[in-house]
């Protein structure tokens, strides 16, 4: 396999740009976006789950006739491990999906892209690092008791 950009290194695979090629190129694009979004969805859950199970339990606390709990601060801690755990999943996926685009754009992928880098903008950035900042915010809330 040689190189045919001339930069001294191999690829690994010899890709020609043919159409089969190229749109086999798009639906594995377009399979690490879905990936994304199935991460973001999971980690969306965990945070709102987390958040959720804190202002149960305090509104639970207040109920009348209801007795304390043995261990009263077990739903904080537990709903701050789900919160943590759900900006850490958005984390790792947001740098696993960057991972992926620049192996794919890499090497002798580039040749069956068929575009060009700018015109494969995603707001899936936008919306990841959106969603790691509720996830810090919510956390920091619970953590501080804010809300």
């Excluded at 399979?31 to 199970?53: D, K, N, Q």
Aim: proline share 3%; with cysteine.
């Amino acid at each position: 396999m040689s190189d045919p950009h001339g930069s001294g290194q191999s690829d690994r695979f010899e890709a020609q740009p043919t159409a089969n090629n190229h749109f086999a190129w798009v639906r594995t694009r377009l399979a690490v976006e879905r990936t994304l979004m199935a991460y973001m969805r999971t980690a969306v859950s965990l945070i709102g789950f987390g958040f959720a199970i804190v202002q149960f339990f305090d509104r639970l606390e207040q109920m009348p006739g209801v007795s304390t709990a043995r261990y009263p601060d077990a739903a904080r801690y537990l709903g701050l491990a789900l919160i943590v755990c759900g900006v850490l999943a958005m984390v790792i996926s947001v740098w696993d999906y960057r991972w992926m685009v620049r192996y794919l754009w890499g090497g002798g992928f580039a040749t069956i892209a068929g575009m060009k880098r700018e015109g494969l903008r995603t707001p899936l950035y936008a919306v990841a690092i959106a969603l790691i900042c509720v996830g810090l915010f919510a956390f920091f809330a619970v953590l501080l008791r804010l809300v």
